[in-house]
T-cell receptor, first 114, second 114 residues
Framework: EAQVTQNPRYLITVTGKKLTVTCSQN?????MSWYRQDPGLGLRQIYY???????DKGDVPEGYKVSRKEKRNFPLILESPSPNQTSLYFC?????????????FGPGTRLTVL | DAKTTQPTSMDCAEGRAANLPCNHS???????VYWYRQIHSQGPQYIIH???NNETNEMASLIITEDRKSSTLILPHATLRDTAVYYC???????????????FGKGTKLSVKP
């Protein structure tokens, strides 16, 4: 089954404790991205990756890092989480270069930073 | 900023057609209209997209006005499982880099009632 998976689905942590949210897709997609969703603000893009070893900032990259060492994986790293990073996070992937491209989203990770 | 305007909420009776409007008066010639939906706290789900012609798939129909300044998503026979927030998004044709960012506005909360 074609899918995007994220882990963990729920995480409660404390300020300053480094964490990683994993994202994996099995569709051989080149393009992957991370979004956060907050009430009243919709989805906002954090980082995206056009392909292996190619990443770039989205609209709200501060406080986050990403890496793309393999095509299927695109982890989101919070080096020193803060309470304002409490949010619902979605990973998405799509093949690139096609007009009919659509993004497939993971199930979401609900992060709480105390 | 989202380039679309949608009603905040709508109700629809089960089994009836749900017609969800969207205004995108500043859409440019190279931008597609995409529709996604999000069932509470799940990842957004792609529904349909179009450029200027009407489109239909197994989920829905998309009617785009001749001047492309507005569109309507039609769910022909709404079910209770169609209760979700529906997002209308305009997106550049040349998908790449940050142009691939899906800018989600606040969407329309559709409630399908028995």
């Amino acid at each position: 089954e074609a899918q995007v998976t994220q882990n963990p689905r729920y995480l409660i942590t404390v300020t300053g404790k480094k964490l990683t949210v994993t994202c994996s897709q099995n569709m051989n997609h080149e393009y992957m991205s991370w979004y956060r969703q907050d009430p009243g603000l919709g989805l906002r893009q954090i980082y995206y990756s056009m392909n292996v070893e190619v990443t770039d900032k989205g609209d709200v990259p501060e406080g986050y890092k990403v890496s793309r060492k393999e095509k299927r994986n695109f982890p989101l790293i919070l080096e020193s989480p803060s309470p304002n990073q409490t949010s619902l996070y979605f990973c998405a992937s799509s093949s690139s270069g096609r007009i009919s491209d659509t993004q497939y989203f993971g199930p979401g990770t609900r992060l709480t930073v105390l | 900023d989202a380039k679309t305007t949608q009603p905040t909420s709508m109700d629809c009776a089960e089994g009836r057609a749900a017609n969800l409007p969207c205004n995108h008066s500043t859409i440019s010639g190279n931008e597609y209209v995409y529709w996604y939906r999000q069932i509470h706290s799940q990842g957004p789900q792609y529904i349909i997209h179009g450029l200027k012609n009407n489109e239909t798939n197994e989920m829905a129909s998309l009617i785009i006005t001749e001047d492309r300044k507005s569109s309507t998503l039609i769910l022909p026979h709404a079910t209770l499982r169609d209760t979700a927030v529906y997002y209308c998004i305009v997106r550049p044709k040349n998908y790449g880099g940050s142009q691939g960012n899906l800018i989600f506005g606040k969407g329309t909360k559709l409630s399908v009632k028995p």
